[in-house]
């Protein structure tokens, strides 16, 4: 038997709604990142008796290098122009996948699990170090390779994270892993869970490029190890790296909140009002992460080289032992 055309209408308008909470969730995270990279360093700033930039001094930047010209070496090839559109899709992507707004799944929730997302980010990162490569400046190739040699040691501990939290929610994919904790809020208090978190943690500093593994704010091309890899780029790529590194951060701060940390505050029900009201709460949890991310960067200094290697060794090893502890819990 046909379906009646009222079933047919409202699947149809329940499809449309959610193609349209994805265009909203990637509208957000456009918007937003560069605000929380200007939150994130003014409140340094600020902690460091300094008086610093504006909260709003990443979009002075992105609008100043958008009307910039771009210079390009004559001896790169299309990798170095094709990397900053895919530094800059690759987060936008991720976005679609993951719950940003919304606890049920959006059109394109199941097209990855979160094996996916950290293969679709590091993509990203793949490219930059590619970019940073191809035009042979002496610089360049040097960040990428400490680039890589942290994303070598980074990608062991989301293998882990990831079993672990198979373990817990049946599954990886984000909205069923968000879906099950939500409904069990005594597993965030288990052992193995604050283990995950911390690691997830760790692991958000490493991919960042945060202290204490690299300083963002410094410029001496010697010890710079991500933002070495957009030396060669001006204008317009230039400012499309930057801005996906503006978003990869937020997403990362996404999962760890919407998924591990706190998965309420959501819109639970396919309502627009709902969903509006989900980006004022993601703010806020955002907002408390950033506190918790300047208390660490202002605690600590950037590591030596060689200490990094330890750095990601112990992220690893408390991975480990969240697996561990959750596979013998009883």
Known sequence: MKPTLPVVTRAVVVMAFRILCNALQVLVVLALSPLISGVVSRLKEIVQSKRGPSV????????????????????????????PYVVFVAPVFVVLLIPVLTTYPLFLAFMADMVGVGFILALGGFFACLGAVDPANPYGPMGASRTRMVGFLAEPVFVIVFFTVSFVAGSTIPYIVQAEWAQSPATFLAPAHILLVAAFLMLILAEAGRIPVDNPTGHFELAMIDESKSLEYSGRGFALVKWGGHMKLMVLMCVFLNVLVTPWGLAVEPQLAQVLLAIPLLALKILALIVV???????LS????????????????TCVAAMITRAFAP
């Open 56 to 83: 709003l001094q990443p979009y002075r930047d992105l609008w100043k290098l958008f009307h910039k010209d771009e210079v390009v070496s004559g001896e790169s090839s299309w990798i170095f122009r094709a990397t």
């Open 302 to 317: 950037k590591l030596r080289l060689f200490r990094i290697t330890e750095f990601l060794g112990a992220a690893f090893i």
């Open 293 to 299: 991310l300047v208390i660490i960067e202002s605690s």
